[in-house]
C-alpha cells in the first residue's frame, strides 16, 4: 500500500480551508503566515514558495520576506522582533538551513512562542518532550497522520527511527512513544544497522542519504515512512531515503519521494498557523 501524502494533504487543507472560512466569520480576519528566506539556496526557495502557494490555497494572509545573505544577525533578529510586536502577525516562520554567520538558535529563540508555527522554540520543546500542551513540529506531525491514515496500530509496536535530527528525528521519535510504540533511535554510527531495522514493525527514516534503506533492511509487513529528500546521484532525480523499488515489495505501507512527508509538512504548517491565530485570538478574550 502506497499512503499519497500528497492526498492526504490535500483533505487536510480542504479541513483547514473551512474552518479559516469560520474563522474570518467570527474573528473577522483570516489568519497570516509570514515566511522568510535568507538568502537564494534552491531547495529553501522551492520549499518556501511551496508554503506560501499552501497558504493562499487555504485562505491565509500569506507574506514572503526575502533578504539577501548580506544581512546581519541582528538584522534578522529586529525583523523577527518587529514580527512578535505586530499584532496582525500569527504565524513566523524563518526557514533553515541560515547562512554560517547567523546563530540559527538565537534567531529561533526570538520567535515569539505564541507565533511559533514550526515549533522549535525551546519552551515548545520542552513542553512536547514534557507532554504538555504544545505546537507539533511539521514534519513528525505529518509522519503520524500519514501512519493513522494508513491505518498502522502504533501502540505496542516496535518503531525505529532512523536520524537524530531537532526538527525531524528526535520529535517523531517522542510522538511515537507518546502513542506507547516501543522506540529505537538509530543513526549513522549505529552498529549493524540491518540488524536494528529488521526488527521495525514502523520505520521512520530521516538520515539525508538518498536510497539509504535497502530491501534486506526492513521486516516483512513492516509500515516505511520515507522523511528524506536527496538527489539520486545516476539520474539527477529527486528521490528518498528508501530504495523504493524494492523496499516496496516487502513492506505493507509506504510512502513515495516526492509526494509522501514533503507535502505533509506544508499541510501541517497550515494546521499550526490556523492553531496558532485561534490560540491567540482566544486568549484575547
Ligand atoms: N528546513 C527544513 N525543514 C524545515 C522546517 O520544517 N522549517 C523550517 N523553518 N526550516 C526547515
Redesign the pocket.
Known amino acids: 500500500m502506497i499512503v499519497s501524502g500528497t492526498q492526504l494533504a490535500k483533505e487536510i487543507k480542504e479541513k483547514v480551508k473551512n474552518d479559516v472560512a469560520k474563522a474570518v466569520e467570527i474573528y473577522g480576519r483570516p489568519p497570516h503566515l509570514v515566511v522568510i528566506l535568507v538568502g537564494e539556496d534552491p531547495a529553501s526557495q522551492s520549499?518556501v514558495k511551496g508554503k506560501g502557494k499552501d497558504a493562499e490555497e487555504v485562505g491565509f494572509k500569506s507574506t514572503t520576506i526575502l533578504k539577501p545573505d548580506t544581512i546581519t544577525e541582528q538584522e534578522l533578529l529586529d525583523l523577527i522582533e518587529s514580527l512578535n510586536n505586530d499584532d496582525s502577525v500569527d504565524g513566523i516562520?524563518?526557514?533553515?538551513?541560515l547562512p554560517a554567520h547567523i546563530d540559527e538558535d538565537k534567531v529561533i529563540e526570538t520567535i515569539s512562542l505564541s507565533k511559533d508555527v514550526?515549533g522549535?522554540h525551546p519552551l515548545n520543546v520542552a513542553a512536547l518532550w514534557q507532554k504538555r500542551d504544545c505546537i507539533y513540529?511539521?514534519?513528525p506531525k505529518g509522519v503520524i497522520q500519514l501512519l493513522d491514515k494508513a491505518g498502522v496500530k502504533i501502540e505496542g509496536k516496535k518503531a525505529v527511527v532512523i536520524g537524530r535530527s531537532n526538527?525531524v528525528g528526535l520529535p517523531v521519535s517522542k510522538m511515537l512513544l507518546d502513542r506507547n510504540a516501543t522506540v529505537t533511535i538509530a543513526h549513522s554510527r549505529t552498529q549493524n544497522l540491518p540488524s536494528v531495522t529488521s526488527e521495525a514493525d514502523i520505520l521512520v527514516v530521516a538520515i539525508g542519504r538518498p536510497k539509504f534503506v535497502t530491501e534486506e533492511m526492513v521486516k516483512p509487513g513492516a509500515a516505511v515512512i520515507d522523511v528524506g529528500v536527496n538527489r539520486d546521484p545516476a539520474t539527477g532525480k529527486l528521490c528518498g531515503d528508501v530504495d523504493f523499488d524494492t523496499v516496496a515489495q516487502k513492506a505493507s505501507v509506504i510512502t513515495p519521494v516526492p509526494g509522501g512527508a514533503g507535502p505533509m509538512?506544508r499541510a501541517c504548517l497550515m494546521q499550526n498557523t490556523l492553531e496558532c491565530f485561534l490560540r491567540r485570538q482566544n486568549d484575547k478574550r
Not at 93 to 97: A, F, G, I, M, Y
Request: aromatic letters at 16%; proline letters at 15%; a negative charge.
Open positions: 520549499y516562520l524563518v526557514q533553515l538551513p514550526d522549535f513540529p511539521c514534519t526538527i509538512t
